[in-house]
């Protein structure tokens, strides 16, 4: 789900097997952050944010932006802090981050997980607070003001004790596999993802089936493709799109905007999480584009009071997205479900305007399908939650198991 730091730093920063050259080694992380994926050049300004959890690779970041002779500054972050004003600021003092202007000024902005804890920060928060955080910073037009914004962005991905303790994770497993995943073979994941975005640029329709039930089309709508590879060329930090200036690690992901009223069908999410909270069982019909009739066996009240809470935009569906990193192993029935993972799909419900979509809703949240079957125009390229190569891939009839 997307909180508001999560949409914060989403927003600005569009923009886990273990490795045995990365491991815990920041400096030769900050090394591949700076110099490779962000690509920062002497006299440029670097925000660095973050949280208190996460200062040893933001200080190795910012030693190594300074040694390639670029300007660092640093913004942290603290669970107590973000608890204060998720939950305990007054209401009539909620608006739009005055830092956010500020942040926008600088070149490249490079971005770790703010909260350590998540859940705990969103303890005791109500949906029409959480409703009012979005539609305030909806409200300030930040997103219009990225794509124009000459700022470039890499999000990096930190490993949380907290977060493999919620899920129950090995931690230590956990942890090796954020790590490979950053230091995956990136040149691999392009060369895949280049060959999908040129079918799903080209495609028409997509038809996403699952083996617990999920069975739907929606059409392409000749929208932008997006590919994070991991790395920002010389190519990609001249792109006019903010999405195109950005960059995950790990990375490994292709996404992109359907035409909002096409998808019709039958969608049954993998287990994953709502404010931290379990949620489990979700299902929903879709038609004309709209969820409706949505349930889960677990979590589904908090859910709902929360849609409650925004414009029916929010029910709409609005992106997708296939991951691509064969470090990344998810474990659903944990609801740890990263979206880089290779072949692991995303449907996501609210806000595409940044993709270049139609849908204007306050904020945004995604479900993850695993274990999906992925056709554009009948080629499949992802099997039973399997990457399929699109060079070579052929449809093939769903069993009977896929079609119900």
């Known amino acids: 789900m997307r909180n508001r730091y999560a949409a914060t730093s989403g927003l600005l920063g569009l923009l886990l097997m273990a490795s045995p050259v990365f491991g815990q080694n ?3 992380i900050a090394k591949q952050i700076v110099n490779t994926s962000a690509g920062v050049k002497p006299g440029e300004l670097v925000m660095i944010t973050g949280g208190k959890h ?3 690779l933001m200080e190795a970041i910012a030693v190594e932006v300074a040694r390639v002779g670029g300007q660092p500054e640093m913004m942290v972050n603290t669970d107590k802090v973000a608890h204060a004003i998720d939950v305990e600021m007054p209401e009539s003092a909620i608006q739009a981050s005055k830092s956010d202007n500020w942040l926008l000024q600088a070149d490249v902005l490079i971005t770790l997980p703010q909260l350590e804890d998540s859940k705990a920060v969103l303890a005791g928060i109500t949906p029409a607070r959480q409703a009012k955080f979005a539609k305030v910073a909806a409200d300030a037009g930040l997103s ?8 470039r962005g890499v999000f990096v991905s930190y490993p949380s004790k907290s977060l493999a303790a919620n899920q129950q994770l090995d931690y230590p497993s956990y942890e090796q596999m954020i790590w490979a995943g950053i230091g995956t073979d990136y040149t691999a994941v392009a060369t895949q993802a280049q060959q999908l975005k040129q079918l799903l640029t080209t495609g028409k329709k997509v038809h996403i089936t699952s083996p617990t039930g999920t069975n739907l089309t929606f059409q392409l709508a000749a929208r932008p493709v997006f590919v994070d590879d991991g790395v920002l060329t010389a190519a990609d930090q001249q792109e006019k799109l903010i999405y195109n200036r950005t960059a995950s690690l790990p990375g490994g992901r292709i996404y992109g905007t359907c035409q909002e009223t096409s998808a019709t069908g039958r969608l049954e999410a993998s287990p994953t999480t709502w404010n931290g909270k379990p949620m489990q069982g979700f299902k929903a019909e879709l038609k004309n584009g709209q969820l409706a009739n949505s349930r889960a066996d677990a979590g589904s009240e908090d859910f709902q009071k929360s849609l409650a809470s925004y414009d029916p935009g929010m029910m709409q569906l609005g992106y997708f997205s296939i991951g691509l990193n064969p470090a990344m192993k998810p474990q659903e029935q944990k609801g740890f479900n990263p979206s ?5 799909v995303y449907l996501a ?3 595409n305007e940044l993709l270049g979509g139609q849908n204007q809703a306050a904020t945004s949240y995604s479900f993850p399908i695993a274990n999906a079957t992925v056709e554009v125009d009948g080629t499949v390229v992802v099997r039973n939650g399997q990457l399929v190569s699109p060079t070579v891939a052929k449809a093939a009839p769903m069993g009977k198991k896929a079609q119900k």
């Open 54 to 56: 996460t200062m040893p």
């Open 144 to 151: 219009k003001k990225l794509d124009a914004a000459k700022i």
């Open 26 to 28: 920041y400096e030769q």
């Open 340 to 344: 880089t993972a290779a072949g692991m």
């Open 349 to 351: 419900i609210g806000n």
